[in-house]
Each structure stands twice: as structure tokens, then as C-alpha cells.
């Protein structure tokens, strides 16, 4: 690996303070030919070593919190230099999430501006430590820079693991933290392959991880390690709730940031046992009145079969008598040939009176209570308040409405 100006198709990698090359590269999703370089373990490992010789003369860091600022501004709408892109704009950078990862420019607005406001509602910064920090992030949205950030404010030095689906936010905000002037050895942008990440775990003093059930159960746990995993998002309705209220309630909570979020609802429990067939209906009948430009903006996949395979995932758990009411084809094609997973409600069989945990291995819980996928989609089903509380209890993001 080098550090020589890469081929202009290849995102390269940031380590010793340079964008660099490598002979290890991976296609990106969107128009053939681009590549991200890769950063073999061997590599990484010899890159903890120079870290560990190397802190002891960086001269101290401070105005963390305003450097982050700058950066996040530049992020949004400078003109930065990406390695193996070359300058890119915030148009360009726009363009080039919507070419490989299928964001619309509207999400991609609002996004930045989330990562911009939770900085600034951060509390006192926190006392920098000598620890390196690494930050392995997902590819559904680009807000879990966030702990980027976090760990930037913390931490002697921080490197970030992207997504080979979308590492092209991650890039540009190692591009934007050092036009703002943050020191070039205290950052790192490691994209690898997957078995790579355990390694970075071992070479790296705390480490926050976002992933799914799989991911989740292959991690070992440690204090060093932050775990960010399903979110499995419920809303629990009243059983005095007017279908209309609770359908005005629960539409922004499913169809918000195109269904992307952890914290999105995946599940809807209603107490009432004869409401969940009512409210399942009309929460069809309003998603299917989404378009992919209209308020909640839908993302395109750019993975040749990902949206037919997520949409299929969800009708290969259903049980005897359990039905989709979304009545669109699961899959638009649009005239662009854009592909979009079009929003999805699953209407539950049965009035549930008990439910296992996911944690349980004692026994199942329906497969599709809590099931994530990128883009909108819930299971509405009754249950009693005893089950009710069990599927809450099982999820980290609970919504009940405002009384």
C-alpha cells in the first residue's frame, strides 16, 4: 500500500496520517468500475504499532467540539478532498450516494442536519483519553457517523470501519475532519472484509459496533465494546384510540427516514382484539398511498435482487394465517430503473396471549415481531397486555401515544 494518488474510481484508504492505495479492492453497489480499497489485518496490525509509537508526540488536541462543528458544516456543503474521488462537492456528494447507495437527496438533507443538531445539543465535552477508538458503522443510514463524533471528542485517536454497502459518507466526513484541521494521525478509515472486523476489535482499545442479530451474536462482549443491534421498535395502542388517530400516529413512525432507522416501528401491538384487522387496513391503504419522491422519500437499492430477496425475507415468515395487506406488486421498478421496496403491513393471525422473548431459546416468538428491514414495514397483530408488555420488553425503542 502507498500513499500515490489511487485510480479516480477507487475510495481509498486513510492510515499513517494519507489516502492510500491497495491492491485489496472491493466493487461498490451503483455504476461498474468504482472500488473500495481495502486494508488487509496484516496491515492494520502493523498500523497499531505505528499508533502506539506515535501518540506519545501528537501535541495536545483542543476545541474538539468547534472543529467537529466546522467539519459537519464542510460534511453538508464544502467542497472536500476525498481520496480517489478527488474534490467533491456537496452536490457531488449527493449524486454519489444516490448512484451507489440509493439515498434521495431530501433524506440525505435531513440526515445531515440530525448529525449537525446532535452535536450541538451535546452536553460539556468529555475528557479526552489516550484510548484509539474504532467505530465500525452500518449501511442503512449515515447518522451513526454520530458515534464518530462522539468517539473524535473522547478519544486519543479514532478509526472508522464503513460499510461496503455505503462507505461514501464515512469517507468524506475523514475529508471533512481534516479540512477542519483535526491532526491526520489521530484519524483512520479502515473499510475491510467482513471477518476483518475482528480484528480491528483486537487491535483497538474500545470499539463501537453496529449490526444486525448475526453480527450481534458473534461479537464477543466486553466493557471495551458498545453493541448497537436490532432495535426491534414497537408502538403499543390503546384500546381507546380511534383507528384514524392511530394511523395519523403510527404512519411517520413506520414510513419516517424510509423505514432505515433502528428505531423505526416494526411492530404494532393493539390491546383491543377485534381493532388490529381495522387499523392493519388502514395502515396498508396509507402506506400504499407513498410514493418514492412524496414526504417520506423511499431509497432505491442499487444491489442487483436486494429489494426482491428484503421484500420476500418478509412473506417467507409468515404463518397460517397471516396475510399482507400492502396491496402494490412488493417490488417498483421505476421508469429510471430505479428499484424500490415498496412499504409493507403484515396482519398477524390470532388474538397473542403469551410471547417468548427473541432471547429465549426456551421458544419461538413470531419471526416477524420485530423483523428490520430497510425500508417501511410492520407487523400489526392483538395481544393481551400481559403479552403486550413482554413484546415491549423485547424491544429497545417503545412508543405509546402522547396522553
Request: aromatic share 6%.
Amino acid at each position: 500500500m502507498t500513499p500515490e494518488t489511487p485510480a479516480a474510481e477507487t475510495i481509498s484508504t486513510f492510515r499513517r496520517g494519507e489516502w492510500r492505495t491497495s491492491l485489496d479492492r472491493a466493487p461498490l453497489p451503483g455504476p461498474a468500475g468504482r472500488e473500495l480499497a481495502l486494508v488487509p489485518e496484516i496491515v492494520a496490525d502493523a498500523d497499531r504499532r505505528w499508533w502506539d509509537s506515535a501518540l506519545p508526540g501528537l501535541p495536545l488536541l483542543t476545541g474538539r467540539r468547534e472543529l467537529l462543528l466546522t467539519a459537519l458544516e464542510l460534511f453538508d456543503s464544502g467542497t472536500l478532498t476525498v481520496g480517489g474521488v478527488g474534490e467533491q462537492s456537496g452536490a457531488a456528494f449527493r449524486a454519489a450516494l444516490w448512484e451507489s447507495a440509493g439515498l434521495p437527496g431530501p433524506l440525505v438533507d435531513r440526515w445531515c442536519a440530525m448529525l449537525r443538531d446532535g452535536v450541538l445539543k451535546k452536553d460539556d465535552a468529555p475528557e479526552p483519553d489516550g484510548a484509539l477508538a474504532l467505530v465500525a458503522l452500518p449501511g442503512n443510514t449515515f447518522t451513526c457517523l454520530d458515534a464518530v463524533c462522539d468517539q473524535a471528542e473522547r478519544s486519543a485517536g479514532v478509526w472508522l470501519r464503513p460499510s461496503r454497502r455505503e462507505p461514501v459518507s464515512a469517507a468524506r466526513l475523514v475529508a471533512a475532519l481534516l479540512a477542519a484541521g483535526w491532526p491526520r494521525a489521530r484519524l483512520g478509515f479502515y473499510p475491510g472484509e467482513q471477518r476483518s472486523l475482528y480484528g480491528l476489535l483486537r487491535l483497538t482499545d474500545r470499539h463501537i459496533v453496529y449490526g444486525g442479530s448475526g453480527l450481534a451474536a458473534s461479537v464477543r462482549s466486553s466493557p471495551a465494546l458498545t453493541l448497537h443491534g436490532p432495535g426491534r421498535g414497537c408502538a403499543l395502542v390503546p384500546p381507546d384510540m380511534p383507528t384514524d388517530d392511530a394511523v395519523a400516529w403510527l404512519l411517520p413512525l413506520i414510513a419516517a427516514d424510509s423505514g432505515r432507522f433502528c428505531s423505526n416501528v416494526r411492530t404494532v401491538v393493539c390491546e383491543k382484539p377485534d381493532a388490529a384487522a381495522a387499523l392493519a387496513q388502514s395502515l396498508a391503504a396509507a402506506l400504499d398511498a407513498l410514493s418514492p419522491d412524496g414526504v417520506w422519500p423511499l431509497t432505491a437499492f442499487r444491489e442487483p435482487g436486494a429489494a426482491r430477496a428484503a421484500t420476500r425475507g418478509i412473506r417467507d415468515r409468515l404463518r397460517p394465517g397471516d396475510c399482507i395487506l400492502t396491496r402494490r406488486p412488493p417490488v417498483l421498478h421505476s421508469a429510471a430503473d430505479d428499484v424500490y421496496a415498496l412499504p409493507h403491513i403484515a396482519l398477524l393471525d390470532g388474538h397473542v396471549t403469551s410471547y417468548a422473548r427473541s432471547t429465549d431459546d426456551a421458544a419461538e416468538s413470531h419471526p416477524l415481531v420485530g423483523h428490520e428491514v430497510p425500508f417501511p414495514f410492520a407487523a400489526v397483530l392483538s395481544a393481551s397486555p400481559r403479552a403486550a408488555d413482554a413484546i415491549a420488553a423485547d424491544s429497545l425503542f417503545v412508543y405509546r401515544p402522547a396522553k
